[in-house]
């Protein structure tokens, strides 16, 4: 008899759970180890049926059952304290990608209270919340016992992520994962804007494959999160079905073709190309179609075996090729090394070989912001050899073009409008590495500032003055580095027609450019505008001139040591005219050369430096273009640059 009651006490523990008392509203609970579960294998019993079956107790934080394409019920008992009782409770469900789920409340008389339907692909649905998660209001009107039933039905991961939780934790919750939602997704958009500019200017075709990569891996990222089908496809159920693995197998298949760019790997890897990479392009092609036609459990599988082995694969072309272009291809192997680990944790939570909510949450998101962000270094560090290669070739060139453009000067000039564009394409090198200047330490920081949240929310220690402090760091930096993108838009506009604008706004339009590169030179300077003077010209050219006389004022003080580095800029004008005056203390201008800085090809820079025809264009551009007037003077201890132009 003794062993019969123990054998009872038993069983009684493994198919029953304790009820669940709510007796306090400050945090969540997590109901993983206070749920019963029953497998309904062919699918197909009713409620009715399943309230009289035996349930199993689940011991686990969050039940995850792997991919599954059975049945599942859930069953909750919980009851309220007095004072829990005038809140509002609700059944959270923290994962998006759960195709059915129906939930039943009956209370101690076992009368059914509620009955609701959610699901991504449950078209009747209606949710009490518009969210990416799926929450389901819960009845409070007794202190009596309720009983819940779920059932869950879907295709993919039966990986059930659920709490009960009142409005206030709720909503702290909800704002701090659209804060780090936010800042993952402005990350990407950052990415995507800066190289989308690159490639505007370039034309090449790398830019926009890891473009078109990110866009795609950004969309994908929205179907996991539950955000596409929120505020993107909405209504499509081809959409909702068919979202996630869709962009699984376009984000590998775009990743290959911008990699074996990248990688030139049919050049330095032929044999790993052509038996490696290009089989998982072409397995990647076939998904995207397979994707289209086929079911969502007919592909996933392969689409997450796709999703871990492409990384495995590049992160090892990029170590075979690392030897031959170490400093773009080492960010390559060391992105793809941490997005490996990333998608490998996913991957084996995902298919609940490993527990851990956080782990199947941010592992991967986390990894592919920070792979996103050196793919991105990487091109920048292609950028910079394919810059010295152009501005190498361009200085042979301009060698070769010496004599025509003599012989072109003797006749009239003629060619004047060639060498201003000549000039224009010259300093484009220049001016990227005042993008690279001007956005490398934005980029920092939103790193720093997204791994400091991420380890303060981990250590548990995250305030709300962390997140608002955070949040406007992010929202100063972004607009701080879409302000630089207008900046360098502008100057590089190729309309030539004339204008009337305020002088000063030009000045302060080029000197948005140039700043950081003379701060980086410990120039100060000081600006004197007047803002009431409007000129009428083409605005680009007067940009030019200025962006001229101020690098050869930089260059000036630099060669000659100057310590106190200053450049003073002032803006005058009488009933007829304007006047610019662009004085500095870089030692001043030789008196046996005066009359030459304006000769062609005339320059006192090292070999290399200077191209000697930059004041001979910025005279001719303000003189013959402008009708006005560019002038030299000697100061004390520097000089001084006078620009002089009609009114408008």
Not at 393 to 401: D, G, R
Not at 492 to 519: C, F, G, H, M, N
Not at 625 to 631: D, E, I, R, T
Request: glycine share 6%; proline share 2%.
């Amino acid at each position: 008899m003794k062993h019969i009651f123990i054998l009872l006490f038993l069983t009684a523990f493994l198919f029953s759970n304790d009820v669940l008392t709510i007796n306090q509203n400050e945090t969540a609970y997590e109901l993983g180890q206070s749920i019963d579960y029953y497998v309904d294998e062919k699918g197909n019993q009713t409620l009715e049926d399943i309230r009289s079956e035996k349930f199993i107790s689940h011991h686990e934080p969050i039940p995850n059952f792997g991919f599954s394409t059975q049945t599942y019920w859930f069953k909750l008992q919980y009851n309220y304290v007095e004072l829990m009782k005038s809140k509002e409770w609700w059944l959270n469900i923290d994962y998006a990608l759960l195709d059915f789920v129906d939930i039943y409340v009956f209370d101690e008389k076992e009368n059914l209270l509620i009955h609701k339907e959610s699901g991504d692909l449950n078209s009747e649905a209606k949710r009490d919340v518009e969210q990416n998660k799926l929450l389901f209001s819960l009845p409070t009107e007794s202190l009596g016992t309720y009983t819940l039933y779920m059932k869950v039905k879907t295709t993919g991961s039966m990986f059930v992520p659920m709490q009960i939780i009142s409005s206030k934790p709720l909503l702290e919750t909800t704002h701090l994962n659209q804060t780090l939602t936010g800042m993952y997704y402005g990350i990407l958009f950052i990415l995507i804007l800066y190289n989308s500019v690159i490639y505007i200017y370039t034309r090449e075709k790398i830019y926009i494959l890891y473009v078109s990569f990110v866009i795609s891996y950004a969309l994908w990222q929205l179907s996991f999160d539950g955000l596409g089908m929120l505020y993107l496809w909405q209504d499509s159920q081809w959409m909702k079905e068919k979202s996630t693995v869709l962009f699984i197998y376009s984000s590998t298949f775009l990743l290959m073709l911008f990699s074996q760019t990248l990688l030139k790997a049919k050049t330095n890897i032929p044999r790993y190309n052509k038996y490696v990479l290009q089989p998982l392009r072409y397995i990647s092609a076939v998904g995207i179609l397979a994707s289209i036609v086929l079911p969502y459990n007919n592909t996933i599988i392969l689409g997450a075996v796709l999703a871990t082995g492409v990384p495995a694969a590049l992160f090892i072309a990029g170590l075979m090729v690392i030897k031959k272009d170490y400093y773009s291809i080492r960010l390559f192997v060391l992105g793809w090394g941490i997005f490996l680990i990333g998608t490998i944790l996913f991957t084996l939570s995902k298919f609940n070989l490993m527990s851990g909510y956080i782990i199947m949450k941010y592992a991967q998101q986390i990894a592919s912001v920070i792979d996103m962000i050196l793919l991105s270094g990487a091109l920048a560090e292609r950028f910079k050899r394919l810059q010295d290669e152009y501005t190498y070739k361009l200085k042979n060139h301009n060698k070769n073009l010496q004599n025509a453009v003599t012989d072109a000067l003797k006749l009239e000039r003629k060619k004047d409008k060639i060498l201003i564009e000549q000039s224009r394409l010259a300093s484009i090198g220049e001016m990227i590495e005042q993008i690279a200047h001007q956005w490398r330490q934005p980029l920092n920081d939103l790193g720093l500032l997204n791994q400091n949240l991420y380890f303060k929310q981990q250590l548990g220690t995250l305030e709300d003055d962390d997140f608002i402090k955070t949040h406007n760091s992010i929202d100063s930096t972004i607009k701080y580095m879409s302000d630089t993108i207008d900046d360098f838009r502008n100057y590089y506009k190729s309309d030539k027609e004339e204008e009337t604008y305020q002088l000063s706004s030009a000045i302060e339009s080029i000197l948005s450019i140039v700043r950081p590169t003379l701060e980086h030179s410990g120039i100060q300077v000081t600006l004197k505008l007047d803002y009431e003077v409007n000129v009428r010209n083409v605005k680009n050219e007067l940009q030019q001139v200025l962006l001229i006389i101020l690098n050869n004022a930089k260059d000036a003080m630099i060669i000659n040591a100057i310590e106190d580095k200053k450049i003073t800029i002032e803006v005058t004008a009488d009933e007829k005219n304007a006047y610019i005056h662009i004085g500095d203390n870089g030692g001043g201008v030789p008196e046996d050369i005066k009359a030459k800085i304006y000769d062609p090809y005339f320059t006192t820079k090292f070999t290399g430096q200077g191209t000697g025809i930059g004041l001979y264009m910025s005279k001719i551009i303000i003189e013959k273009n402008m009708h006005g007037y560019l002038s030299l003077k000697n100061l004390d201890d520097g000089a001084c640059f006078s620009v002089k132009l009609p009114l408008a």
